[in-house]
Structure formats: C-alpha cells, structure tokens
Nanobody, 122 residues
Framework: QVQLVESGGGLVQTGGSLRLSCAAS????????MGWFRQAPGKEREFVAA????????YYADSVKGRFTIYRDNAKNTAYLKMNGLKPEDTAVYYC???????????????WGQGTQVTVSS
C-alpha cells in the first residue's frame, strides 16, 4: 500500500521559509517523478514543482521559480519542497504526489498525500 505523508507546514511571516517533507512508503521516490501541488481557498489545485524520476531535472511554476526548490533524499525515501521568500499568495494546502512522468498535470499523478497547510501572514 502506497502512502505519502506530508509534514512541515505551518504559519510563517512574509519573507520567511519553510521546508515541506513528503515521506513515502510502498514506493521508492527515486523511481517516481515527485510533484508538489497546492490549493488555496476557493481556487483550483495548481502545480508548484516536480522532479523527474531517476534524475535531478526539476520543473517549477513561474510563480515560485527562484524561491522554491524541490529535491529528494533517496536514503530517507523522502521528497522535499524548500520554500524561501514566502508571500501571502503562497498560502494554501500543499500536496505531494507521485507519478511515472514529471508533468504539471495533476491527472497524471497516481498517488497523493493528505496535504499540509501553509499560511503566510502579511
């Protein structure tokens, strides 16, 4: 049974940083593309970042490029999203997901975590 468990969310001030973790069980993160998506209140879920399977190639939404970094620790079987320079518009529930291919389309992801809340105060 595959499980993705996010952690690391919380309340932070504008300009602050957080690191989200996505601990996987039942799959090996290095063999999957790992993605992060987010959903703000009243909005659709949107792509944030992804890392290709068996690769360090990464992709980012324009809104987070240069501020967020996606990476994984194969030894810990965990994917991460390091978020710097946080803005109030980054406030959302953040989800990690796993797929065969790294895409910006949530429909291509097979496994999802339960989400972790990130709130950025102004």
């Amino acid at each position: 049974q595959v499980q993705l468990v996010e952690s690391g969310g919380g309340l932070v001030q504008t300009g602050g940083s957080l690191r989200l973790s996505c601990a996987a069980s039942g799959l090996t993160v290095s063999n999957y593309a790992m993605g992060w998506f987010r959903q703000a209140p009243g909005k659709e879920r949107e792509f944030v970042a992804a890392i290709r399977r068996n690769s360090y190639t990464t992709y980012y939404a324009d809104s987070v490029k240069g501020r967020f970094t996606i990476y994984r620790d194969n030894a810990k079987n965990t994917a991460y999203l390091k978020m710097n320079g946080l803005k109030p518009e980054d406030t959302a529930v953040y989800y990690c997901a796993a797929a065969f291919s790294a895409t910006m389309t949530e429909g291509t992801y097979d496994y999802w975590g339960q989400g972790t809340q990130v709130t950025v105060s102004s």
